[in-house]
């Protein structure tokens, strides 16, 4: 029932969205439109299903909406702008801070959320030291806001979203390495990120 609401509510948030992609990726189409539309709001839907209306819901929602932009920017011109990345922080703290009264080890779920955040932000940091060309600064803010979510969700959840993450990019480079038969060539790892965040709250998490 939650997803049957949420699926509409979706669909209109990712049509509203796309003009704010505009500045990053030129002119969006129709068919723009109904793409982010169509992706927002099978999200929406799916989280629907799976969480159900819990507290966390709302932030859950928040992270579909900026997700599925920012994974349509990316794949469009390989960029997380941080207009949307770093305003994520603060929105992404302040909607799980809410839920947390609300929800059985409520504080204790954002205190992990914190450590989490701080912990996937540092090993991104730490491999954009170490291997400049495999991601980008983008990435690394977007760690962040992604670690605050794996981490409400406890040490599990944080550990199969980073391996879900790597799992997914890993095997679409492979897949584009081959078909382009090189090495070279940018790679949105952004929509990995994000797909394994989800993958991993999916699998992992029931209302």
Known sequence: MVALVLMPV??????????????????????????????????????????????????LLYLAAVGALLGFIDVGVRRLPDRFTL?????????????APFTQDGPRRFGHALIGMAALLALYFAQVLLVPS?????????????????????????ITGLLATYLLGGLAALAIMIARRSRKGEFPFGPYMLAGALVAVLALNAG
């Open 10 to 59: 979706g669909l209109v948030v990712g049509v509203l969205a796309v003009p704010l992609a505009a500045p990053y990726v030129g002119d969006v189409t129709r068919r723009h439109r109904v793409v982010l539309g169509l992706v927002t709001a099978a999200l929406f839907g799916v989280l629907g299903w799976r969480v159900g209306f819990e507290p966390v819901l709302p932030a």
């Open 87 to 99: 305003p994520s922080y603060g929105a992404a703290a302040a909607l799980l801070a809410a839920a």
């Open 134 to 158: 495999g991601i980008g600064l983008g990435d690394v803010k977007l760690s962040g806001v992604l670690g605050l979510y794996l981490g409400w969700f406890g040490q599990d959840t944080w």
